[in-house]
């Protein structure tokens, strides 16, 4: 099984940034927790700032992978483009946000990307990408 994690503007800044609300750990460190706890699955991981980038790692492996976690970042509330290819993909899509979007700011309320998302796990920390590869391991 193979799944892949996407994660968006940002969040390579993870552990240095904005700490109260994303937390200590940099991505990086909390993958290889990730990979211990799925020794069977083959984990993927790609992190890009650049919308077109994002684009294209979904182009390229949503039609093989058997599932993809997607934190798009601040793209979420703002990328049609995203919300289109996350529809165009035949892989499962899972949607994360680390942070409770619903509590935050009201221009972090809206998703482009949830209505074409299987389902969307928010403002459970990074716990919610372990939920997310639970939930594709099962299905
Ligand atoms: C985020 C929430 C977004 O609103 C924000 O722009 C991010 C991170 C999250 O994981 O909580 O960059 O996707």
């Known amino acids: 099984m193979k799944i892949l ?4 503007p940002n969040l390579n800044l993870l552990g240095k940034r904005e700490p109260e609300i994303y937390g200590n750990r940099s991505f990086e460190q909390f ?3 990730l990979c ?6 083959e984990l993927d991981y790609f992190q890009s ?3 077109g980038a994002l684009l294209d790692r979904i ?5 093989t992978v058997n599932g993809i976690v ?3 970042g601040a793209f979420t509330h703002t990328s049609i483009a995203l919300a289109d ?7 499962p899509v899972i949607e994360v946000h680390i942070s409770n979007v619903h509590k935050r700011e009201p ?4 998703s482009y990307l949830s209505p074409k998302c299987v389902g969307s796990i928010v403002g459970l920390g990074l716990d919610g990408y372990r939920l997310a590869i639970e939930y594709l391991q099962r299905k």
Do not use: Y
């Open 59 to 63: 182009h390229e492996a949503g039609f």
């Open 107 to 110: 221009f972090r309320h809206h």
């Open 49 to 51: 700032n650049h919308e």
């Open 5 to 8: 994690i996407i994660n968006g």
């Open 70 to 72: 997607l934190n798009a």
């Open 85 to 91: 290819a996350v529809a165009a993909v035949t892989a």
């Open 36 to 41: 211990g706890i799925f020794p069977d699955i």
């Open 31 to 33: 993958l290889e927790e």
